[in-house]
């Protein structure tokens, strides 16, 4: 018999269980404590018909809900051996259900923090390639957007869906396939990142002139300044996260 100790989940609410809440919730159900850590990097989950019996739900919406969650990467099969977690480097991060997951986890700090990181990396250079070599009328889409967030006034709410498409349309500008594509995938991403940022008050009109600074450089075709531009403007969103993660109540990585 394995040592490992399935922690007993609390009794949801009558109304509020898996099976009442449709069969998408079986997975999230699951998820959510793949995620939290309630079984360990490689360790083997409850059989089917033991997690069907926790959840008070049938047993192939379980079978479905795992199938659903290996394809994301958490988890792996075994002939005769069962299901395991896989270890959090092979999970599918850039997937939106399991980012939306993971930044509801006790983690979430530590998660802001790797999704700068990712930033950091990217749309800097981007940028200076946006500035180099991108047509008029793909920068005339980043001014589109800017338009549309200076528009946006105080509202953080209206400003965030035309900052998000600021972002991506740098991304577009580069003419790099790889990039383009990156850059839908990591839509959750950035909104999350936004969710913190723009939580602040005034954040959106203090913001606005660092984006117009990129916006100017890319159209002034000055790649290193253009790269600087966005990493300035980096660096007030990773400080507008912190206070935001701060004000959520996370606890900031160490």
């Not at 449709?22 to 850590?37: H, K, M, Q, S, W």
């Not at 206070?243 to 959520?248: I, L, Q």
Request: hydrophobic share 45%; proline share 7%; aromatic share 4%.
């Amino acid at each position: 018999m394995s040592d490992h100790k399935i922690k007993t989940p609390k009794k949801p609410a009558a109304t509020d269980t898996p099976a009442r809440r449709g069969p998408l919730a079986v997975t999230e159900a699951l998820a959510r404590r793949v995620i939290g850590g309630e079984w360990d990097d490689e360790s083997t989950l409850p059989t089917e018909v033991e997690l069907a019996e926790q959840l008070g739900v049938a047993r192939t919406s379980v079978r479905e809900a795992l199938t659903r969650l290996k394809a994301k990467g958490l988890l792996a099969s075994r002939q005769k051996a069962g299901t395991r977690v896989l270890p959090r480097m092979q999970w599918n991060m850039l997937d939106e259900d399991v980012l939306r997951w993971t930044w509801s986890g006790h983690d979430r700090a530590q998660m802001a923090q790797h999704l700068m990181q990712l930033r950091r990396i990217v749309e800097p250079a981007a940028c200076e390639i946006a500035a180099a070599s991108a047509p008029d009328a793909a920068i005339a889409s980043i001014e589109r957007a800017y338009r549309l967030m200076d528009a946006a006034g105080m509202d953080p709410v209206a400003y965030a869906g035309p900052d998000l498409s600021f972002h991506q349309a740098i991304l577009s500008a580069t003419g790099n396939p790889f990039l383009v594509a990156f850059g839908a995938t990591i839509e959750a991403a950035l909104r999350m990142s936004f969710e913190l940022s723009t939580r602040q008050p005034g954040a959106p009109r203090k913001s606005l002139p660092m984006h117009r600074a990129v916006l100017d450089q890319i159209w002034a075709r000055k790649p290193a300044a253009a790269r600087k531009a966005m990493e300035e403007l980096l660096g007030l969103t990773e400080s507008n996260i912190q206070r935001g993660v701060a004000r959520s109540g996370a606890t900031p990585p160490a």
